[in-house]
């Protein structure tokens, strides 16, 4: 059973930035690709960007890019999510989630994910 667990939340200023953390566990971390979520009350979760099982390759958001950058280390079944340049519009509670995949490959819809974590609240105040 995989389990996913975010990290590093928090509240910040406009113009900051935070880094997540996703410690993945349960199976073998270099066969999963990962996703990056976020979601506000009343509305659907939102696709923030991916990242392929060997990392070389991500995918982002059109309105995160150049601001968000996704990377992991498969020494440490981590995955990361980099924010910077933070909005008001960025507040939302994040999730990481996990994608077996036979190839290197990432995923954009929430539903072609396998396994969730809890999320994370990141509230960026203007």
């Known amino acids: 059973q995989v389990q996913l667990v975010e990290s590093g939340g928090g509240l910040v200023q406009a113009g900051g930035s935070l880094r997540l953390s996703c410690a993945f566990s349960?199976?073998?971390?270099?066969?999963?690709?990962m996703g990056w979520f976020r979601q506000t009350p009343g509305k659907d979760r939102e696709y923030v960007g991916a990242?392929?099982?060997?990392?070389?390759?991500?995918d982002y958001l059109d309105s995160v890019k150049g601001r968000y950058i996704i990377s992991r280390d498969n020494a440490k079944n981590t995955v990361y999510l980099q924010m910077n340049s933070l909005k008001p519009e960025d507040t939302a509670i994040y999730y990481c989630?996990?994608?077996?995949?036979?190839?290197?490959?990432?995923?954009?819809?929430?539903?072609?994910?396998?396994?969730w974590g809890q999320g994370t609240q990141v509230t960026v105040s203007s």
């Open positions: 990242i392929t099982q060997s990392g070389g390759n991500t």
């Open positions: 349960g199976r073998a971390f270099t066969y999963y690709s």
């Open positions: 989630a996990a994608k077996l995949a036979l190839l290197d490959t990432m995923a954009t819809r929430a539903s072609e994910y396998d396994y």
